[in-house]
């Protein structure tokens, strides 16, 4: 079930599936791993033997970077009519907050733009201090954050903080994403995959039908996502539709975005994109 995957690695033990993100060099979310996401959320609902599922890098510096701006610019540039389905990107990671499994992300590196969407899309995500950094960067690019981060962030650190991560395009250290709600905890490097893998394996222990009962109470709690992520989709289509979101993107990959150097300070590059 779980084999010819190229940009992860699957375990599943003790009800546990241990997803290891290996795409090298900097695990960008481009179409080959979006894909194997895609499938990957598809197997592990059906999978009756796992309850929980953790996600983490094989890379220490980068748990996943951002969608793939080339992709993106590949995108229709006239924009279609507001969607009344959910796209590939928000159909996957809905899947993952949705599936009958609690989800974990555990966050050592960096998760910006799609990256940050998806561990927000997450049922848990805990982040070691000193390393973990979140952003949403796709403003300063002419665009939107589109894969769920403007539905998700405001339920979870406020419409004030979400406007400042949105907006700012600032990466955002772990403790204090902790202090604001972006991640569950904040924990020193050597003592986070210990605690993560306590959790899981308790989390595991208990009975699945109890699992897949408790998301669906909480889930009723929240304000439906559909009719939002529907919204996102519209302004996102709609900012790529933009003449400084064409320059920007361009100028942010001739400036050496998506290697893996200038990755590493995505700020600095942020700074440089205005015409």
């Known amino acids: 079930m779980y084999d010819g995957y190229e940009c992860l690695r699957i375990h599943v033990e003790g ?25 990957l959320g598809e197997a592990l609902e059906a999978d009756p033997d796992v309850r929980v599922v953790v996600f ?23 924009p279609p009519p507001k969607p009344t389905r959910l796209g590939i990107f928000h159909r996957m990671v809905e899947r993952f907050r ?7 992300g555990q966050l050592e590196g960096r998760a910006r733009g799609g990256g940050s969407e998806f561990l927000l899309s997450l049922d848990m995500r805990f982040a070691a201090i000193g390393r973990a950094v979140l952003a949403q960067p796709e ?33 955002v250290p772990a403790d204090v994403a902790e202090r604001w709600g972006y ?5 020193p490097p050597d003592e986070l995959g210990p605690f993560v893998d306590r959790l899981a394996r308790r989390i595991a222990s208990f009975p699945a039908e109890a699992i ?38 361009a100028r942010f990959l001739a400036l050496g975005g998506q ?9 600095d590059l942020v700074r440089r994109l205005a015409p």
Do not use: Y
Request: glycine residues 6%; negative net charge; aromatic residues 4%.
């Open 212 to 249: 897949a009962l408790a998301k669906e109470a909480v889930a009723a709690a929240e304000p439906p996502t559909l009719d939002g992520l529907l919204e996102e989709a519209d302004c996102f289509n709609r900012s790529l539709a933009t003449r400084p979101a064409q320059e920007r993107m």
């Open 56 to 78: 983490r890098s094989a890379n220490p510096e980068f748990f996943i970077a951002h969608a793939d701006v080339a992709l993106i610019r590949t995108l229709p540039t006239t």
């Open 139 to 171: 403003v300063a690019l002419g665009i939107i954050p589109g894969g769920s981060g403007t539905q998700r962030l405001p339920r979870l650190v406020g419409r004030a903080r979400a406007l400042e991560i949105v907006l700012g395009c600032d990466d």
């Open 98 to 104: 949705t599936m009958p499994k609690a989800t974990i």
């Open 183 to 187: 991640v569950n905890r904040a924990l």
């Open 259 to 267: 290697t893996e150097p200038v990755e590493r300070e995505l700020g």
């Open 15 to 39: 009800g546990v599936a241990w997803v290891t993100i290996d795409h090298p060099p900097i695990n960008l979310f481009d179409l080959a791993l979006m894909q194997e996401m895609d499938r």
